[in-house]
T-cell receptor, first 115, second 111 residues
Framework: EAEVAQSPRYKITEKSQAVAFWCDPISGHATLYWYRQILGQGPELLVQ????????DSQLPKDRFSAERLKGVDSTLKIQPAELGDSAMYLCASSPGGLVYNEQFFGPGTRLTVL | SQQGEEDPQALSIQEGENATMNCSYKTSINNLQWYRQNSGRGLVHLIL?????REKHSGRLRVTLDTSKKSSSLLITASRAADTASYFCATVRGGSEKLVFGKGTKLTVNP
């Protein structure tokens, strides 16, 4: 069964360092999402891609976060510099179409700890 | 910001009992989805119900939607220890493509 892949699974870094997360969606899925999930909360959308284009990045802290999906397949989310408040689970999800009427398929997530 | 609010925040039951979780939301929606998250893992889609539907079933899951009350419920029948997880409702607003999650209900099923 096809799955969304994410790496690394765990990342520990010191504040002010740069970190990067990678996501490989299910083959053929045009839409890719990055979420941040703080412990005890539900996921919150950071950025949504349709193919290689950003559809929604209204909740992305653009002064320190960046995301790209250059060839419309895999994606990278970067934080530079990391802050203590960035400690969270970062989830990637994909779906077949451009409209969120279908389910989203989630990867296992990257647990980030900023010291 | 989070659209849905699940109730209760935590629920502990015995194996074989039924578990009911509720979700309330604030604005009109196109559809509502329920997801499960095992501890420290990614989310798994359980069921989607559209705004013109009132009830859907999938295996041991039953979801209802009352758009007049802006609420939904998820019923898990004959629960198993493997159902232990956090359950989230997520809404899609009309005219939007964004999936907005609630804070979740943490379900513990004791063997």
């Amino acid at each position: 069964e096809a799955e969304v892949a994410q790496s690394p699974r765990y990342k520990i870094t010191e504040k002010s360092q740069a970190v990067a997360f990678w996501c490989d969606p299910i083959s053929g899925h045009a839409t890719l999402y990055w979420y941040r999930q703080i412990l005890g909360q539900g996921p919150e959308l950071l950025v949504q891609f349709q193919d290689e284009s950003v559809v929604d990045d209204s909740q992305l802290p653009k002064d320190r976060f960046s995301a790209e999906r250059l060839k419309g397949v895999d994606s990278t989310l970067k934080i530079q510099p990391a802050e203590l408040g960035d400690s969270a689970m970062y989830l990637c999800a994909s779906s077949p179409g451009g409209l969120v009427y279908n389910e989203q398929f989630f990867g296992p997530g990257t647990r980030l700890t900023v010291l | 910001s989070q659209q849905g609010e699940e109730d209760p925040q935590a629920l502990s039951i015995q194996e074989g009992e039924n578990a009911t979780m509720n979700c309330s939301y604030k604005t009109s929606i196109n559809n509502l989805q329920w997801y499960r998250q095992n501890s420290g893992r990614g989310l798994v889609h359980l069921i989607l119900i559209r705004s013109n539907e009132r009830e859907k079933h999938s295996g041991r899951l039953r979801v209802t939607l009352d758009t007049s009350k802006k609420s939904s419920s998820l019923l898990i029948t004959a629960s198993r220890a493997a159902d232990t997880a956090s359950y989230f409702c997520a809404t899609v607003r009309g005219g939007s493509e964004k999936l907005v999650f609630g804070k979740g209900t943490k379900l513990t099923v004791n063997p």
